[in-house]
């Protein structure tokens, strides 16, 4: 079991390296081409001009540890050796909301407690409230409105771990999705996966 104990001292190390320029937009889906057809090719072809509009929603997105991370922080997770694992924790919802995941990032060849973690899921704006319900009946946890969405931070009295503005454990409800990340300014290194649109 991967227990969110942490030593912080190196953990801070490898959180200023990701926070140091690391703002990279999330992927985004690329438009559909705005480019009409020429007159001549609905009338030989008319079956495609259909077609653009059905495969992007036919393309399932899959969540994995490795593509809902920014690349700056795999990069430096993969420099430092560490590899993903599972979170076992009874906090980390993300994982009861389909197509979600929560990883643990560590070097786990040997027992250690020096971990980051992160996790993300797809979820509608209209069961973002219930989410966020069920997070907050667990106790301990503060709710804050912002411009682009909610955040839910646990208690940092006995956290293990906070960032520089007193932030432990959060989650960021926003754009049909919910980010989540051992600290509320890690949150920086977490995205969509490849293909996902709001």
């Known amino acids: 079991m991967i227990r969110p104990a942490l030593r912080a001292v190196p953990l801070l ?18 438009s559909p081409s705005s480019s009409s ?16 509009t059905a495969s992007p929603t036919a393309e399932p997105v899959t969540a994995t540890c490795e593509n809902t991370v920014i690349p700056e922080t795999l990069s430096a997770f993969e ?16 994982e009861d909301v389909a197509g979600g995941i929560a990883c643990t990032w560590g070097d786990f060849s040997q027992p250690s407690d020096n971990v980051m973690w992160f996790a993300w899921a797809p979820l509608p704006d209209s069961q973002a409230e219930a989410v966020i319900s069920q997070l907050m009946s667990q106790g301990g946890w503060t709710r804050e409105e912002a411009d682009g969405g909610v955040y839910v931070t646990a208690d940092s009295t006995n956290a293990l771990m906070v960032d520089e503005q007193g932030y432990s454990t959060t989650y960021f409800f926003t754009d049909a999705q919910v980010k989540a990340a051992l600290t509320k300014s890690a949150l920086v290194s977490v995205t969509a996966p490849p293909g996902f649109v709001p």
Do not use: K, M
């Open 37 to 52: 057809p020429s007159p001549s090719a609905p009338a030989a072809h008319p079956e495609p001009a259909a077609t653009p």
């Open 79 to 94: 420099a430092y050796g560490w590899t993903a694992g599972t979170v076992d924790a009874p906090w980390v919802i993300v």
């Open 13 to 30: 190390a490898i959180v200023g390296v990701l926070l140091t320029g690391c703002a990279a937009p999330a992927p985004t889906a690329s």
